[in-house]
């Protein structure tokens, strides 16, 4: 306690000296309380963040939440009136949170979407060998990672192994502090010579990432015994790996950085930081207007593939459900009209202006962490039509919420998340977020005024009437 009061007096000094001009960014617009708000926040999205580490973990939490508030099962519903709370679960890897509005959902709804599968590492199928007397796990990464961070990092085991009798078994290794961590090891600079010449994309390839598993050799060699403590542990024969989603994350807890404790240092904070805001949001909103959800969709980093990802019918599907038991019956127009009307924010998060790199970013135009709420403009016929954006404008000036724009350096990078696939139905989609510093690394930093303005103006979205229907 002590120490998040002098936290509060090192933040709230500066601001009553500078009134809250634009140096002070997103902290000189928050009042004394709404900056202790913004910081007790981040702590909730600490311990989120923390256990939410890939999408089954982000699901189980979501669900967890879901159902502690009251929130029934969609599909085991036939009947819903304003103002009810529901959920959609779809296969463990992606959820919707749903609130009724006043308005029935077939004259258009408020959606907020975001991804909440991270880069990582994944097992192959046949996973386990032997080399140099260590046991080891064959891998392939998911989404677009630096390689050479993943060395000499501890890494937990999370996932779930799916057994022909139809069992599941649920593994977590290194989540606790007392469990064992696994490491991929690197050349030390002592006899990496032949190596120095390798580009940056290659200083660790895709086959070197693979970490060490087991190093007792045993009486029938070391992959024999990794087996055995396996089968012994967690009933899984090497077999049951066919059937297995496990994934290899840093194990590191977030951690506050900086002296002033201003940022938040986490894995996985693309795009888990949106997605909590965005479900924490719908929950905070009053009884919406219009009904309102929280999609949160696995898969985003490689491509919104599966029937799991923003390219499934999935949420469609769940709006014609939603329909279906609001009004009893159900039509395909009806759905196609209600789709049209609706308005969906896309949260993700965004490349902020790096201190040491500054000039990958064309600064007029770029994004700045602790700079408040981000209106990505990425150009090129992907960007939400103005009419649309200035609908957002008015919402974030109402609400008095720091805000600023972000588009790529022309020619020199770029990126995209679900909006091109949310919008392929005909509904009105922004791309927003907020800036993070060190994207899709092991460790990434994010504002904790920025996580707090983009929930609050999340929580302003659902509640609003926004400008419906064309
Ligand atoms: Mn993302
Ligand atoms: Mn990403």
Redesign the pocket.
């Known amino acids: 306690m002590r120490t998040v009061l002098r936290v509060l007096v090192l933040l709230t000094l500066p601001l009553l000296a500078t009134g809250g001009d634009d140096p002070m960014g997103a902290w000189g617009t928050l009042s004394p309380d709404e900056q202790k708000e913004a910081l007790s926040f981040a702590e909730e999205y600490k311990r989120f963040i923390n256990v939410s580490r890939t999408e089954l973990t982000t699901v189980r939490e979501v669900l967890a939440f879901a159902r502690a508030h009251g929130y029934k099962d969609l599909f085991a519903t036939d009947k819903a009136s304003p103002g009810d709370r529901l959920f959609a679960l779809n296969r463990d890897r992606a959820i919707a949170l749903i609130r009724v509005g006043r308005k029935g959902s077939r004259e258009g709804l408020r959606i907020v979407g975001a ?1 909440i599968d991270s880069p990582r590492i994944d097992l192959k199928a046949r996973p386990i060998y032997s080399s140099g007397g260590y046991a080891l796990f064959q891998t392939i990464y998911h989404g677009g990672i630096k390689k050479y961070q993943w060395s000499s990092l501890p890494l937990m085991l999370l996932g779930r192994v799916d057994r022909k009798d139809g069992t599941t078994v649920y593994v977590e290794v290194g989540m606790d502090p007392t469990d064992p961590v696994f490491v991929i090891p690197d050349l030390a600079p002592h006899v990496d010579r032949d190596y120095r010449s390798r580009t940056a994309r290659e200083v660790i390839k895709g086959e070197e990432l693979d970490p060490i598993v087991g190093s007792l050799p045993g009486t029938d060699g070391v992959e024999k015994a990794i087996l055995a403590i396996l089968a012994e542990k967690y009933g899984i024969e090497r077999d049951d790996f066919v059937s297995g989603e496990l994934s290899l994350v840093p194990a590191l807890p977030p951690r506050d950085v900086g002296l002033d404790r201003a940022l938040v240092g986490a894995y996985g904070q ?2 888990r930081l949106s997605s909590f805001c965005a479900y924490r949001a719908l929950e905070a909103a009053g009884p919406p207007e219009r009904s309102a959800i929280a999609f949160l969709v696995d898969n ?1 980093e490689t491509g919104s593939i599966n029937n799991t990802g923003a390219t499934s019918s999935f949420l469609k599907d769940a709006i014609a459900r939603l329909i279906e038991i609001e009004a009893g019956e159900f039509g395909e127009n009806v759905l196609r009209n209600a789709l049209k009307q609706t308005q969906v924010i896309s949260a ?2 965004t490349t902020g202006i790096n201190p040491l790199f500054a000039g990958v970013q064309e600064s007029t135009n770029a994004a700045k962490v602790g700079h408040g709420v981000v209106i990505k403009r990425y150009g090129r016929g992907q960007d939400a039509h103005s009419e649309f954006i200035a609908v957002i404008r008015g919402i974030l000036d109402k609400e008095g919420i720091a805000w600023q724009t972000h588009t790529y350096k022309v020619d020199v990078g770029g990126g995209g ?1 679900i909006a091109r696939f949310l919008s392929k139905e005909n509904m009105d989609v922004i791309d927003m977020g907020v800036a993070i510093l060190s994207m899709h690394s092991t460790f990434s930093l994010s504002s904790k005024a920025d996580l707090f303005l983009l929930y609050r103006f999340l929580t302003a979205f659902y509640e609003g009437e926004g400008v419906g229907g064309r």
């Open positions: 991804h693309d795009d985003e993700d998060v998340t």
